[in-house]
T-cell receptor, first 112, second 114 residues
């Protein structure tokens, strides 16, 4: 079974620029999560989708971050404009139903 | 909200020894406790999990114990091997309805010396 796919794997941008990340979950998984992992810390949930609806976006900085999951499959996470403190690994995870979450390899973002 | 504390932050053991990582959580309603292993440049990999109706779970060299009264859970790795070297994260989830948000600890860097 193919795992969660993410692209790009690495991205370097200047502050105030915009960036987008893409995630393809495991086939058949209804739930999709985006996490932010700052160096030396555990992942922190940004947003959770159930099919194409948002379940929890309470920790998403909505003034600069946005996410969508069209047709209940792939998802994109966008940052506009980026700040230095957005430098982190952005992880996508998916879940068939219930608790177990399976993570992709992540996108490492560096904002200079 | 939920808060998860994880100790130690770093752990170094000799190959063949046991390793123990401990976590505490704050919300007594949490009912699911997974452990993830993260190797350099990779995403977290689920290695074992336990639900609140179970006190202990084993999978070969890995075991997890849960003490609901004290609100703490632990990961035990026996007969450690160099390939066990990684960062390990514990997490807790309230899990209900369609919301299964995970709150993670800060991680433990485990080094197994040959």
């Amino acid at each position: 079974e193919a795992g969660v796919a993410q692209s790009p794997r690495y991205k370097i941008i200047e502050k105030r620029q915009s960036v987008a990340f893409w995630c393809n979950p495991i086939s058949g998984h209804a739930t999709l999560y985006w996490y932010q992992q700052i160096l030396g810390q555990g992942p922190k949930l940004l947003i959770q989708f159930q099919n194409n609806g948002v379940v929890d976006d309470s920790q998403l900085p909505k003034d600069r971050f946005s996410a969508e999951r069209l047709k209940g499959v792939d998802s994109t996470l966008k940052i506009q404009p980026a700040k230095l403190e957005d430098s982190a690994v952005y992880l996508c995870a998916s879940s068939p139903q219930g608790h177990e979450q399976y993570f992709g390899p992540g996108t490492r973002l560096t904002v200079t | 909200g939920e808060n998860v504390e994880q100790h130690p932050s770093t752990l170094s053991v000799q190959e063949g020894d046991s390793a123990v990582i401990k976590c505490t959580y704050s919300d007594s309603a949490s009912n699911y406790f997974p452990w993830y292993k993260q190797e350099l440049g990779k995403g977290p990999q689920l290695i074992i999990d336990i639900r609140s109706n179970v006190g202990e779970k084993k999978d070969q060299r890995i075991a997890v114990t849960l003490n609901k009264t004290a609100k703490h859970f632990s990961l035990h790795i026996t007969e450690t091997q160099p390939e066990d070297s990684a960062v390990y994260f514990c997490a807790a989830s309230l899990g209900g309805g369609s919301n299964y948000k995970l709150t993670f600890g800060k991680g433990t860097l485990l080094t197994v010396n040959p």
